[in-house]
């Protein structure tokens, strides 16, 4: 596989970054947050899929980076502890939300769709339809994966996370996350693959 | 090569769907994939589930997010010991709180049960120490009203005296 291992966390230049910011620099931290802003709001909206949770759970993900300044041990590499972070509020926010709203699913109420979202903005109305419903029909597959399995593909397929950094931030073994995904994958494909 | 579907290996065809193999392990897998009908549908259904997700695209980050991120940071303003010692039981909601709660007066409750009153000693009655000036004045002044008394009554005796 290509995909890029745990480096030493010795040579992860985030971590660099972060020990920065624990002696007090802060634009250490402002260039922490421009380089994983982007991914850690994504990850979150596609785990609870409503934009403006996911940059609530963002601003809480950067500040509890913050606030740990003075404490960070560099014993993993940083994006996992970020992830670790980012995962953790995105499952309590899943659960609170659904013993809030009962048995209701996530997906039931209406969410937001922007037009952004299609990217080809030539395109005729009626491919703007099509492409909006195959987009729903992946966001509700999506959806409808358990919250852990959900969190692993999301990682897997957007942040390209290794098996074993996954298993870091969801503190599981590799073997748990080659479950998970299989899983996840299995049933992914059940609902997705004629759109090949 | 080795069937991954048979050998358990499944991931392997993920990682092929997503073009993460080398060359080499991509064409060894590629050629059995001709021979494997199951392996190729799994192969073929998980790249249609990547082309999929490939299309699913997030919303674009409120341009004020940054903002609002640096607004909260500057109210962290230099914690106290005390603001430091509160702040994880702060966020608590009150299904974690109430247990707490109810387990610290059980615990104030239990104490207050076990001090036995035995354990109480009995105050031991303070010994009057009596000094012996205090006894003399005493007398003194008893002598005095004495002479008092009598001073009086000679006095009413003789009323005319004055």
């Known amino acids: 596989m290509t995909r890029m291992g745990d480096a030493a966390v010795a040579l992860d230049y985030d971590v660099e970054l972060m020990l920065r910011v624990k002696d007090g620099d802060s634009a250490s931290f402002a260039l922490l947050l421009e380089k994983h802003r982007g991914p850690v709001i994504h990850f979150l909206y596609r785990m609870v899929q409503e934009q403006p949770v996911a940059e609530e759970l963002a601003q809480e993900v950067f500040l509890r980076v913050y606030r740990s300044r003075a404490s960070y041990e560099p014993t993993a590499k940083f994006t996992t502890w970020l992830f670790r972070i980012a995962t953790h509020l995105a499952l309590n926010w899943l659960r609170d939300a659904r013993s809030e709203r009962g048995q209701e699913r996530l997906d039931d109420g209406p969410v937001d769709h922007p037009s952004h979202q299609i990217s080809d903005r030539q395109a005729s109305v009626e491919q703007q339809m099509v492409h909006k419903v195959k987009l729903e029909e992946v966001r509700e597959a999506v959806a409808g994966l358990p919250d852990k399995q959900r969190a692993a593909v999301l990682m897997h397929k957007y942040e390209e996370m290794d098996y074993g950094q996954i298993a870091r931030v969801l503190a599981c073994s590799e073997s748990a996350v080659k479950s998970l995904l299989f899983r996840a994958y299995e049933t992914l494909r059940a609902r997705l693959a004629h759109m090949g | ?162």
């Not at chain 2, 991120?69 to 966020?91: F, H, N």
């Not at chain 2, 009153?117 to 120490?129: C, D, H, L, S, Y």
């Open chain 2, 1 to 162: 090569m080795a069937c991954p579907l048979e050998s358990h290996n499944s991931e392997l065809l993920v990682a092929y769907a997503a073009g993460e193999l080398e060359m080499e392990a991509a064409h060894a897998l590629e050629r059995h994939l001709e021979e494997c009908p199951a392996c190729s549908a799994l192969a073929a259904g998980q790249a249609a589930v990547w082309k999929a997700l490939d299309a699913w695209q997030a919303p674009a980050i409120s341009p004020d997010f940054d903002a609002r991120l640096y607004r909260r940071v500057r109210t962290e303003a230099p914690a106290t010991w005390w603001r430091r010692l509160w702040r994880p039981l702060r966020p608590m909601p009150l299904f974690k709180v109430l247990p707490l709660a109810a387990a610290a007066c059980m615990l104030l409750i239990v104490s207050v049960l076990l001090e036995r009153p035995a354990n109480i000693e009995p105050v031991a009655p303070r010994a009057e120490t009596v000094r012996v000036d205090q006894v003399e004045r005493t007398l003194d002044d008893l002598e005095l009203l004495n002479q008092f008394d009598v001073a009086s009554h000679t006095d009413s005796a003789h009323p005319n005296t004055m």
